[in-house]
């Protein structure tokens, strides 16, 4: 292996040189205390920039094991990592030259803390560094040019003197603050560990008290600052945990069941359902949702017009329309309002009731991963619930302690939890009240409303819905519990809306049948998903958060509002070319073949979706994954057998 002498001095005789002579700089480096990669060199100033990696190993970085201990730690670590050498390349590097010369950064991110193939833990062979930690760090570089010739002193100076200062502010734990690290690992380990309490303790999601969830704006994602009211949660919905890092913890458990959250317009309603809908995942200490979290199957769901629909069963929904067109394999190019929301929640509940194998439960991706700070001995969690929110009369105190293990056994269905907004669902799709119903006789209607299939979805299914409804009382005949939104507070006005449900009668009939009916699995045909355009084998591109080009389609994500990361569209990309070439046999259904590539990433990361170490990959669920291969406009499929 070449030295960093070695690589400086072939920098400056590459100076003036056509910009492609970089290519000859591609290799490793000896920097005495870390490992330069290049990895690939870009070809032009004005094309994506070159991809580097540095290796610190652990005698260096010298990062705590108590870190990184468990996958949860090791996770938010990571992510404390990229954003601590983003911000020293920020302050470091300088435009030098055209193009995209004297760029060093990593892949973007926001307030979420995802696992990225950004930053990696090295843990130690040596016996002596044992209990210490190195880092791999993948970013990009633009390396330097005039016109399209080679800058060769900038370029010396920026991969020999301003990498090296980068590394040592960034990735060693002796520069960083380390009580700002330990409350970033912290943070989203108590957040794992909250979302890991929800389902034995009968709640699809926790706000915590204190919690600030409304935003700047619509395209700023920051906390508001000014005149933001701090949650606090109904006495009656409100319970108590007992975080491994942080102690007692309060706030409003939602249960199991149908929730609405009421209230008048701009008092809050959207605003809680879009934390609920963004506690999938784990947020940055200061974000304001840090704890905030919601069953890692939750599903925003919402209408979609326009968007295909590739042999879907939407009977439970939709049937007898005019022409005598099939809802038992619905197909369009052209959705309307009502027929994509039952397009979305079918495909939802189809790739949701997910069998999980031993091991953690995860907050988003298969993992939890909270352990006791004793290595070997068991994790057990007290949790005081104060009111009989779940069962029982409503606002009764009662109290008790429930010793679980965590590190336990996960098996059993992640059932879906459907989030749904009225201001985004079709209103024809949600309601049809009594006067409707008198007008235009069921036979001659071919939809049957959501809110005559919601009690059905729970009762046979086990999933749960939560809804923000301002606009029709009809709900409250079907609500388990009713949380009103004032000024952004909070109220539980369950017994009110019942009350009210029984002096009112709506007198409207119901036509939701018996039951909510069966769910069909679709078997996807491997022709019809084709990554290749011209030449290229595999094609693809990411736009943003909402839009992936694949192969010669473009892919709109737009209404897919749980995707908060290009990092997730391009490893979403990348795991549907995996797919198709892995497991994708015209036998096995989507679901299946799901359940394949994210086993594979579980074990193996998300390195295996590519044959080159890509730096800017950020974990998705299989909810996203699924609604990007529903969303292509070529996907063809037919029915399970099964």
Same mark, same amino acid.
């Given at each position: 292996m070449t030295n960093k002498e070695n690589l400086r001095q072939h920098l400056l005789q590459l100076d003036n040189r056509s910009y492609k002579a970089y290519k000859d700089i591609q290799g490793s480096y000896d920097f005495s205390e870390f490992t330069l990669i290049i990895d690939y060199v870009q070809g032009d100033p004005f094309a994506s920039p070159s991809k580097f990696r540095v290796k610190v190993p652990p005698n260096i970085a010298r990062i705590p094991r108590e870190l990184f201990q468990s996958r949860s730690r090791e996770i938010a670590l990571r992510d404390y990592l990229t954003r601590q050498f983003d911000k020293a390349a920020y302050s470091t590097s300088s435009r030098r030259g055209s193009g995209k010369s004297g760029t060093i950064a990593v892949s973007r991110f926001g307030k979420e803390v995802l696992e990225r193939t950004s930053a990696f833990i090295l843990d130690s062979t040596?016996?002596?560094?044992?209990?210490?930690?190195?880092?791999?760090?993948?970013?990009?570089?633009?390396?330097?040019?005039?016109?399209?010739?080679?800058?060769?002193?900038?370029?010396?100076?920026?991969?020999?003197?301003?990498?090296?200062?980068?590394?040592?502010?960034?990735?060693?734990?002796?520069?960083?603050?380390?009580?700002?690290?330990?409350?970033?690992?912290?943070?989203?380990?108590?957040?794992?560990?909250?979302?890991?309490?929800?389902?034995?303790?009968?709640?699809?999601?926790?706000?915590?008290?204190?919690?600030?969830?409304?935003?700047?704006?619509?395209?700023?994602?920051?906390?508001?600052?000014?005149?933001?009211?701090?949650?606090?949660?109904?006495?009656?919905?409100?319970?108590?945990?007992?975080?491994?890092?942080?102690?007692?913890?309060?706030?409003?458990?939602?249960?199991?069941?149908?929730?609405l959250i009421v209230g008048g317009g701009y008092h809050g309603k959207s605003t809680l359902l879009r934390a609920i809908e963004l506690g999938v995942y784990n947020h940055i200490p200061g974000d304001g949702r840090e704890f905030v979290v919601t069953s890692p199957a939750a599903v925003k769901i919402r209408a979609e017009d326009g968007r295909s629909v590739a042999s879907v069963d939407i009977s439970p929904f939709i049937n007898h329309l005019p022409q005598g067109r099939d809802t038992v394999q619905f197909s369009t190019a052209n959705a309307s309002g009502s027929t994509s929301q039952a397009a979305n929640i079918i495909e939802a509940l189809e790739v949701g009731r997910r069998k999980f194998g031993n091991g953690f439960c995860s907050g988003f991706n298969g993992f939890n991963g909270w352990i006791s700070s004793e290595e070997g001995s068991s994790a057990t969690s007290n949790v005081r619930d104060l009111?009989?929110?779940?069962?029982?009369?409503?606002?009764?105190?009662?109290?008790?302690?429930?010793?679980?293990?965590?590190?336990?056994?996960?098996?059993?269905?992640? $059932?879906? #939890?459907?989030?749904? &907004?009225? *201001?985004?669902? !079709?209103?024809?799709?949600?309601?049809? /009240?009594?006067?409707?119903?008198?007008?235009?006789?069921?036979?001659?209607?071919?939809?049957?409303?959501?809110?005559?299939?919601?009690?059905?979805?729970?009762?046979?299914?086990?999933?749960?819905?939560?809804?923000?409804?301002?606009?029709?009382?009809?709900?409250?005949?079907?609500?388990?519990?009713?949380?009103?939104?004032?000024?952004?507070?909070?109220?539980?006005?369950?017994?009110?809306?019942?009350?009210?449900?029984?002096?009112?009668?709506?007198s409207r009939a119901a036509e939701g049948g018996e039951s909510f009916g069966e769910i069909t699995q679709r078997v996807p045909v491997p022709a019809s998903l084709d990554p290749s355009r011209?030449?290229?084998? $595999?094609? #693809?591109?990411?736009? &943003?958060? *909402?839009?992936? !080009?694949?192969?010669?389609?473009?892919? /709109?994500?737009?209404?897919?509002?749980?995707?908060?990361?290009?990092?997730?569209?391009?490893?979403?990309?990348?795991?549907?070319?995996?797919?198709?070439?892995?497991?994708?046999?015209?036998?096995?259904?989507?679901?299946?073949?799901?359940?394949?590539?994210?086993?594979?990433?579980?074990?193996?990361?998300?390195?295996?979706?590519?044959?080159?170490?890509e730096g800017d990959f950020a974990m998705f669920r299989r909810f996203e994954l699924a609604a990007a291969i529903n969303r292509l406009r070529s996907l063809s499929v037919v029915r399970s057998a099964d």
């Open positions: 040596a016996s002596e560094f044992g209990d210490l930690g190195g880092v791999e760090i993948r970013f990009s570089v633009g390396l330097p040019a005039g016109g399209r010739s080679i800058l060769g002193r900038q370029a010396a100076q920026m991969l020999c003197e301003d990498i090296p200062q980068i590394v040592s502010q960034a990735l060693k734990y002796s520069s960083l603050n380390a009580a700002e690290c330990r409350r970033h690992v912290e943070t989203v380990e108590d957040a794992d560990w909250l979302r890991q309490q929800l389902a034995e303790n009968g709640l699809v999601a926790f706000v915590a008290d204190g919690s600030i969830l409304p935003r700047r704006s619509g395209v700023d994602n920051r906390s508001l600052l000014n005149d933001a009211v701090a949650f606090v949660s109904p006495p009656s919905l409100k319970v108590e945990f007992n975080c491994p890092n942080r102690g007692l913890i309060s706030g409003m458990g939602i249960p199991a069941g149908i929730t009111t009989d929110g779940f069962s029982g009369k409503r606002g009764e105190s009662r109290s008790f302690v429930m010793e679980s293990q965590l590190v336990a056994d996960c098996e059993g269905d992640l $059932v879906p #939890v459907l989030l749904v &907004d009225e *201001d985004t669902a !079709a209103t024809n799709f949600m309601i049809r /009240d009594r006067r409707m119903q008198a007008l235009i006789a069921k036979d001659k209607e071919p939809i049957t409303p959501f809110v005559d299939k919601v009690k059905q979805l729970y009762a046979d299914y086990g999933v749960s819905t939560i809804l923000v409804m301002g606009g029709s009382g009809d709900y409250f005949d079907v609500a388990d519990t009713v949380i009103s939104m004032d000024s952004f507070e909070a109220y539980d006005v369950t017994e009110k809306a019942k009350e009210i449900a029984n002096n009112y009668s709506t011209g030449r290229r084998d $595999v094609r #693809v591109k990411v736009r &943003d958060v *909402d839009e992936l !080009a694949f192969g010669s389609e473009e892919i /709109d994500l737009g209404a897919v509002e749980q995707i908060v990361d290009r990092g997730q569209l391009r490893a979403i990309a990348s795991a549907m070319v995996y797919a198709k070439g892995q497991y994708m046999d015209g036998k096995r259904t989507l679901s299946e073949i799901i359940d394949l590539v994210m086993a594979d990433i579980d074990a193996e990361g998300m390195d295996i979706l590519s044959s080159f170490p």
